[in-house]
DNA sequence: CGCCGACCATGACAAATGTCACTGCTCTAC
DNA sequence: GTAGAGCAGTGACATTTGTCATGGTCGGCG
């Protein structure tokens, strides 16, 4: 309030790939109103780094080992007073869903053109809120799922190449029971095997 | 020779995302003597651009739509004195060993360490070749590809979620020939589904 | 030529997967 | 309290997938 020198934005990067991190952390720090204060590979060491660090705002990959971006908003904005945007290749809309549910700020697709993420972090630094107008569009339209939770459990294990008797085993129900909830999903999905329809849910970010 | 100036080394950027694209350029801009002459988002326009603009080198995501990096890197090698780097984010041994075969002067994954890219850039404009250690070492000791044509073929459709049938139909055979292709790569891979079989496939970069 | 090996192709059989009908159990909501 | 929804399981059955034995074709090679 001295002045008309305004105090710059204090961020937090955090994505796997060391590449993409060196690389956002050049392209926002020629803002002058943006300064990079940390970075971190995993969604584990981001909270710690933010705890301590206290930034003003955290950008956050949503694809990374430990926990992902998700899983780190959440610890993140359960302690720590900041404001937090997610970044992601795959923009899924039941994704979205459970950013927002996170009380996530900001929400952008890695195909954002690169001037515009620097906007978005000035907008989410004033309090406001930014979702990419296309997934939210797409997030809209799209139906809520339809699935219990037994038959996310089996989809979820059914995308790696794992037989139904071994899917069984890992949730300690017979290979029965387990056959009859992918039937019941790939009804649902209207797919014609459980790895259809666990692409399916994939895709719309159910599992 | 005229006195301690350097010519600047001009470089052309692939990826298909924009948001990478743009964080990639600002990071090599830093740098006083590389010169971000261009960026394409996939690997058509890529191939035109080099063509037009002839820069001293070429850095392509191996990840892109229309044609990939190792497509564009073929063409651009064919019609352009130019030098080329791959750039990906699943650094698999075929696929080195394929880029190898393109006359592709770099190659590194995303996992590299920001600051090191700059001097892979250096070092490739000046005549030198660059591949990263670590997928060398895995690339030298992974078994060369055991696999006959018809079988990739059947993998490769193995990756989506198609019926065996309808495999069948696309490759123009009989069902059952399908299955035995399947069934000798499993054998082959030692895989224990068609899907376990075409992931290790894709894994080694064989499809 | 005649034989070999590699690849391609097929059909018969066995095993895994998907479908359906039905039985209980435990919640929650009306 | 009872109807509905989800969960867990069983058994019978059809379909799909994986395995195996077998033949065909083609290009070397002695």
């Not at 459970?98 to 690169?114: E, N, Q």
């Not at 907008?123 to 339809?146: F, M, Q």
């Not at 909830?181 to 849910?201: F, G, I, N, Q, V």
Request: proline residues 4%.
């Amino acid at each position: 309030m001295t002045g008309d020198e305004t105090r710059s934005i204090r961020l937090l990067i955090a994505d796997d790939e060391h590449l993409i991190r060196g690389a956002l952390s050049a392209l926002l720090n020629l803002e002058p109103d943006i300064e990079v204060v940390g970075s971190a590979d995993n969604g584990v060491s981001a909270a710690e780094l933010a705890l301590e660090l206290k930034p003003d705002v955290c950008l956050l990959d949503l694809e990374m080992p430990q926990a992902d971006g998700l899983e780190a908003a959440a610890r993140i904005l359960s302690t720590v007073a900041t404001k937090v945007v997610i970044v992601t290749r795959h923009a899924r809309p039941g994704v979205l869903r459970r950013a927002l549910a996170a009380r996530v700020s900001g929400f952008v697709p890695k195909s954002t053109p690169a001037e515009e993420l620097a906007d978005v972090i000035r907008d989410v630094a004033a309090g406001k809120r930014y979702i990419d107008p296309e997934i939210a569009a797409t997030a809209l339209t799209a139906e809520r799922c339809p699935l219990t939770d037994r038959e996310l459990d089996a989809l979820r294990l059914s995308r790696s190449t794992m037989s139904v008797q071994e899917i069984a085993d890992r949730l300690h129900l017979a290979a029965g029971t387990v056959r009859n909830y992918l039937s019941s999903a790939m009804t649902k999905l209207d797919a014609r095997s459980r790895h259809e329809a666990a692409e399916l849910a994939w895709q719309q970010g159910w599992i």
